[in-house]
């Protein structure tokens, strides 16, 4: 039995800073992040936006696409993020009730920084092993926010992938061995009490580069594929040059040629979503994925893709996965670029309102104004609730 991803989905803020337009209060050219990080733009999510709304996005058009049997067979749904809303309620009970999905489902929120997604992955493979009639939403929901005018600021982003688990999967099938590495390290954390993270940059770099080394030589130890028997390969991507950086890493490693055209023809692809939408923490790799078959102009099929998703702090995982004859037809590049594209540019003085805001702590009556055209708004926090709304539904209250 074949298991992996059925669908792909992925969802991202209304509105993008572009980082020209932050370089200058850094007193830097905007070729340092251009280049210099492989950055162009980054996602900036709105008030009425957060993991809720965009893990909503991100999974509304799989489930459109699913009959009264199919939506019943999504029995769990496994929320990873790293900006979650509540030390106790999961972010994916406020979706699955956005979705309208069956009540006979468990849902659960996962944590360990941007890794969390790919434990999710492999807890909803386990399960559909069990019920191969079953499958599982995984969903991967992040803001990524930094202090303003810190190194990090560059960095940030915010999207949301959604993914189907299910047998005999119509995208990519993932295969069962993996080479992990946790390590206790202090690279990047965010305590309770702070709305961004605290980052030592230079640690967090070589945290990644050493994760990666492990989690490779654990594949190897493991039996895996070698290197050579990997076509194409999706990192982590904090920032794309991140997951040059990466490549080359790996490259070395295992003694590969290292020129550049190769390097590109292996990774380019991968890297095209996340340079316009910055870091999305655990959706990032997978959003990397999507990029991966959105862009490919030959047919992938029967391609592997060897992946690297890392969560600081720290714990890695390498591991493969098949592409599956006839995967174009189940694409949804369409809306992938229209959710790209359509964004609105804000200015640096818009972006600095944006982000200034902390989250209202009195328990009062606090509405929320429309800022963003997503599907699901973030509408207010009330009496210390969190109130979400589908747009439409809110659409016509007001009428
Ligand atoms: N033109 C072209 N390139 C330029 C340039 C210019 N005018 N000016 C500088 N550069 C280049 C630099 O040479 C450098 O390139 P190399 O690394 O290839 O040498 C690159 O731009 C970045 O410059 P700095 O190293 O000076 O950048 P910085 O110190 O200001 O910050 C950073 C870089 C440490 C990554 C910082 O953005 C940061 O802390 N980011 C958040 C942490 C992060 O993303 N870490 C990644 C690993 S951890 C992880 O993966 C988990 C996660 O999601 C957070």
């Not at 600021?153 to 119509?170: C, D, K, W, Y």
Request: with cysteine; aromatic share 8%.
């Amino acid at each position: 039995m074949q298991l992996g991803i059925d669908d792909l989905s992925f969802a991202t803020a209304d509105q993008y800073l572009d980082l020209a337009d932050l370089a200058p209060s850094h007193g830097v050219e905007p070729a340092k992040y251009y280049v210099g990080l492989g950055q162009e733009r980054m996602s900036v999510a709105a008030p009425d936006e957060d993991v809720v709304t965009l893990a909503a996005a991100a999974a509304q058009p799989i489930i459109a696409d699913l009959d009264d049997a199919g939506r019943a067979a999504i029995r769990t749904v496994l929320l990873a993020t790293e900006s979650g809303i509540d030390q106790s309620k999961s972010a994916g009970v406020y979706v699955h009730r956005l979705l309208g999905l069956h009540a006979a489902c468990r849902v659960v929120e996962l944590k360990q920084a941007c890794y969390s997604g790919t434990s999710a992955l492999q807890m909803a493979l386990a399960l559909v092993t069990r019920n191969p009639e079953q499958k599982v939403l995984v969903i991967c929901s992040d803001v990524a926010r930094y202090d303003v005018g810190s190194s990090g600021e560059p960095t940030q982003g915010a999207g949301a992938v959604a993914m189907l688990i299910s047998a005999n999967p119509r995208l990519v099938q993932i295969e069962p061995l993996s080479g992990l590495h946790t390590t206790d390290v202090m690279d990047f954390w965010r305590p309770n009490y702070r709305t961004t993270a605290v980052v030592d940059g230079r640690l967090s770099l070589r945290a990644y580069t050493e994760s990666l080394s492990g989690a490779w030589a654990d594949l190897q130890a493991q039996g895996g594929p070698s290197f050579t028997d990997i076509d194409t390969f999706c990192y982590h991507q904090p920032f794309t040059k991140m997951a040059v950086k990466a490549h080359q890493h790996l490259t070395k490693v295992v003694g590969a040629p290292r020129d550049p055209e190769v390097l590109d023809a292996q990774i380019g692809d991968s890297l095209r979503y996340n340079k316009q939408i910055g870091n999305s923490y655990t959706a990032s790799m997978y959003i990397g994925l999507i990029s991966l078959l959105d862009h490919a102009t030959e047919d992938l099929a029967g391609n592997r893709i060897g992946f690297f998703s890392y969560g600081s702090g720290s714990v890695g995982e390498f591991f493969t996965g098949l592409v599956v004859p006839g995967y174009r037809d189940h694409l949804r590049t369409a809306e992938h670029r229209r959710r790209v594209d359509e964004r609105r540019r804000v200015d640096h003085d818009e972006y600095l309102r944006i982000v200034a805001p902390a989250n209202p702590v009195d328990g009062g009556e606090h509405p929320i104004p429309v800022t963003s055209r997503s599907p699901f708004r973030l509408a207010a926090i009330s009496g210390h609730q969190r109130v979400y709304v589908r747009s439409d539904e809110a659409a016509e209250a007001v009428a």
